[in-house]
């Protein structure tokens, strides 16, 4: 058994549901809220639990389980590490920078029979909503000016996650989540599994925008543009046109997401 992470804070809840150890955790047995991957070997999925509070709110916690389905790293050669472990990493290093995401409550490895278990309990994002569905609203729900304000708080928050040195390798808008987007928008990461380091910021936003870009639907071009300008510091002060390496840039990331 590798060392068990319990959040602090949720340490006395846990405990008081048995929940409190990776064995007690696997055995429960909770509906998959999506149904289980079968790949690399093995397979991992994600149920959801509501967890009473005495006298408070309740919580309600995603917990993900995965056996045998780990990633090969330089580190990790032959049988890989669980690719959660990368995700508690991560959610662990973005919570040290205040960046979003959902707060890790448990994780916990396993080796039973030569079958590499991992158990990753977090915080859901209740008052969240995800981007995806968000556009498919918003010119519905917010006005023109809330539109561009999240937009911008958008560009500026993926070019911080970006700055930190990480790039996600699936930012999809079903993995951006937004709370308060008609008022002070709050932007919150999912999915941080495939999220790894690299050395070049332009590589970061070369390969995450593609994707954004791919997939956003309901943006009008100059939407896109708004969020182009943003995200690259274009906007204080203002400028005309852009420069032949921001047109090059932005050039590069369209044609990457037309694939």
Known sequence: MKKTFIASHHQALLASYQLDNFESLWAREIAWFEEPNQRRGGWSGVGRLE?????????????????NHGRRT???????????????????????????????????????????????VTEALDDYQPLDLLMNTWRDKLSSQQQSLLIQKLATELRRFHQLGLV????????????NAAHEPDIALIDLEKARFTPCFLYRAFFDLAALNRHVEGARLTQKLAFFMHYFGL?????????????????????????
């Open 168 to 179: 996600h390798r699936a930012l999809y808008p079903k993995h951006i989540f937004v709370k």
């Open 74 to 120: 330089l580190l990790h050669p032959i049988k890989g590490e669980p690719t959660f472990r990368r995700e508690f990493e991560r959610l662990q290093f973005l919570a040290s920078h205040q960046f979003s995401a959902p707060k890790v409550v448990f994780y916990a490895e396993s080796e039973v029979a030569g079958c590499q278990r991992a158990i990753l």
């Open 235 to 259: 906007i204080n002060p203002p400028v005309k046109r852009l420069s032949a390496f921001h047109q090059w840039i932005c050039r590069c990331i369209v044609k990457r997401s037309q694939r």
């Open 51 to 67: 967890l009473n509070q005495s006298g408070l709110a309740n919580i309600n916690v995603f917990v993900k389980k995965q056996q």
